[in-house]
């Protein structure tokens, strides 16, 4: 059964720092992409990051460049996502998700999803 599985998220100050994780079950990281999404209430689901897990080639929105880092262990099937000097509007669920590529970015995929982790920036 393919599964991803998020943890990580919590609350934090303003200007701190969060790693997120996402690990796979069921199929073998190296020849597809992970994506970061994430949604804030009323908001609609963004596109954070993705890697191909092939070559390791990563994509970010502009909101977050610079800030977050993804990355991936294919030994350990896990994608990581840290993000440092966070700012109350990176307040969402963020959530992992499965695609072919990263062509698509930052348009959600429409394959598996995993449950989402809450990150709550606030003083």
């Known amino acids: 059964q393919v599964q991803l599985v998020e943890s990580g998220g919590g609350l934090v100050q303003p200007g701190g720092s969060l790693t997120l994780s996402c690990a796979a079950s069921?199929?073998?990281?190296?020849?597809?992409?992970i994506g970061w999404f994430r949604q804030a209430p009323g908001k609609e689901r963004e596109g954070v990051s993705c890697?191909?897990?092939?070559?390791?080639?990563?994509y970010y929105v502009d909101s977050v460049k610079g800030r977050f880092t993804i990355s991936r262990d294919n030994a350990k099937n896990t994608v990581y996502l840290q993000m440092n000097s966070l700012k109350p509007e990176d307040t969402a669920v963020y959530y992992c998700a499965v695609d072919t590529t990263c062509s698509n970015f930052p348009r959600p995929p429409s394959g598996v999803w995993g449950q989402g982790t809450l990150v709550t920036v606030s003083s």
């Open positions: 890697i191909r897990t092939g070559d390791g080639s990563t």
């Open positions: 069921g199929f073998r990281l190296g020849y597809l992409a």
